[in-house]
């Protein structure tokens, strides 16, 4: 069940203006997976070198992205922004895996 006490309530109905920025340090991300701590934020910015998969979790599992389903950012030098889903659970973690032979840089921002 969801934890509907986690934010106050113009945080959860309004996510745009709610934001908090908290620039991470750029990660190596490789075969292995790599798990962000996304808990008590709304969106997450990422700026990736290569191509990556990206799954959410509430176990902070590393090898949980799925390469036959799940979906890819493609590397370069657009910036996406991700909204979190919250409702998974009290602890969500963003996992990040490379999708082609060499590894990724990624740039987080929490928000």
């Known amino acids: 069940m969801a934890n509907i006490k986690?934010?106050?309530?113009?945080?959860?109905l309004n996510i745009e203006s709610a934001g908090d920025w908290?620039?991470?340090s750029a990660v190596t991300v490789d075969s292995d997976g790599v798990a962000v701590d996304c808990t008590?934020?709304?969106q997450v910015h990422?700026?990736?070198d290569k191509d990556i998969y990206f799954t959410f979790n509430t176990t902070g599992t590393d090898s949980d992205v799925n390469t036959s389903n799940d979906l890819y950012l493609k590397g370069g030098?657009?910036?996406y922004t991700l909204k979190i889903p919250n409702?998974?659970?009290?602890g969500v973690y963003l996992i990040m895996e490379k999708?082609?032979?060499?590894d990724a840089t990624v740039r987080v921002i929490l928000a």
């Open 22 to 24: 908290q620039v991470q």
């Open 40 to 42: 008590a934020y709304h």
């Open 99 to 102: 999708k082609g032979g060499s």
């Open 77 to 79: 030098d657009t910036i």
């Open 87 to 90: 409702g998974l659970g009290n």
């Open 6 to 12: 986690k934010f106050r309530a113009h945080e959860s």
């Open 46 to 48: 990422i700026l990736t």
